[in-house]
């Protein structure tokens, strides 16, 4: 575990975080896309360790266990429920592994769990209570500096979660994500749901996933005027609008649908995420990284934009020297493309 707790560095200046570990594994060939579940914690260690060590060196002060969606229903859903507890175990033991490599903090995860139910709140509650208790007591067992309790839709099962957090001594970062535009599902503004969870003594609270930086920026300035507590922010990398807040809704001009894998026609670049980075510490936000669509690219040069040299850096671009981007005299332009000079 760190040298350092979660509030100390919060205490020091802005937390850089890196998560959108099951897209880009996704993207990578070993997690499937749909069920998105991490059997890749088991199936192929070494590609998420590869990930944990791209994210350290890009700068991200967090390792986070890939056990989003590491709950038993969902691996029912694809037949290794028998693997749950392992599964959990592993995951926490990788992201500690890579974290003691550049004194990261290691958080342990949970997520929404497709569980609750509005109609049922206190049976619901029961289920999803359960599966959290058995996610955080291996997480614990293992070793975690801090929970992440994310995308949570609803203030409900989001409380849930901080409860079992609480129960075991663990700080908690409570995040909110929702497709509908200015609600979570059981109708509370994102504003006063951070606030509900700060009051119940989450360590910090905040939005991730579902928003893209132009649709949480805005939310984000909210919540932090509301709140006394440490501001968390960890948007989509995707061009999201008033009109488009989620990305969720994202379509293509003939209305097909392209959540969760065409997006790549909305991809923001490392210098929108950097911009997003610089916007977000100035509006106050304490803990500022990347969901679902992030790769380590963005985050290096997040951090680069925040002050930060981390390893990465050594091979950021140097366009000047490119042969065909650079200021070579021997090159021009013809017709559309480059050629050399006679």
Not at 172 to 187: E, I, K, N, R
Not at 200 to 211: E, F, M, P
Not at 236 to 248: D, G, I
Not at 323 to 341: C, I, N, Q
Request: overall charge negative.
């Amino acid at each position: 575990m760190s040298s350092r707790t979660l509030q100390q560095r919060l205490a020091d200046g802005v937390v850089l975080g890196a998560e959108g570990y099951v897209f880009e594994l996704e993207r990578r060939g070993y997690v499937k896309a749909g069920p998105y579940v991490p059997e890749v914690v088991l199936d192929e260690p070494e590609a998420l360790r590869q990930l944990h060590r791209e994210f350290l060196r890009a700068g991200s002060d967090v390792m986070v266990a890939l056990t989003y969606y590491a709950h038993r229903d969902k691996l029912r859903d694809v037949g290794r429920d028998g693997d749950l507890e392992e599964m959990n175990r592993q995951a926490v033991r990788l992201a500690r592994e890579v974290a003691a490599e550049g004194d990261a903090l290691v958080a342990g995860n949970i997520c929404n769990t497709w569980s609750y139910d509005l109609a049922d709140p206190a049976g619901s509650g029961r289920v999803v209570r359960a599966q959290y208790d058995q996610q955080l007591g291996w997480a614990a067992d293992e070793g975690v500096d801090f929970v992440i309790a994310e995308t949570n839709d609803y203030v409900g099962e989001a409380l849930i979660a901080l409860e079992a957090c609480q129960a075991l001594g663990l700080p908690a970062m409570v995040t909110f994500a929702s497709p509908h535009p200015t609600t979570t599902y059981d109708g509370f503004d994102f504003v006063e749901a951070c606030r509900i969870l700060a009051d119940r003594g989450a360590a910090v609270v905040g939005l991730n996933c579902s928003r893209g930086p132009e649709t949480m920026l805005p939310l984000l300035e909210r919540i932090r005027a509301a709140v006394d507590v440490p501001v968390a922010a960890q948007p989509v990398p995707y061009h999201t609008s008033a009109a488009v807040p989620a990305f969720e809704s994202l379509a293509a001009d003939d209305g097909r649908r392209l959540f969760p894998i065409q997006l790549e026609p909305f991809q923001c670049t490392r210098f929108e995420m950097a911009d997003f980075a610089v916007r977000a510490r100035d509006v106050g936000v304490d803990y500022i990284g990347i969901c679902c669509g992030g790769g380590p690219h963005h985050v290096r040069a997040m951090a680069e934009a925040l002050g930060r040299r981390p390893p990465a850096a050594r091979y950021s671009p140097a366009m000047e020297l490119h042969p065909v981007m650079g200021a070579e005299p021997e090159r021009h332009e013809v017709m559309g493309g480059w050629e050399a000079a006679s």
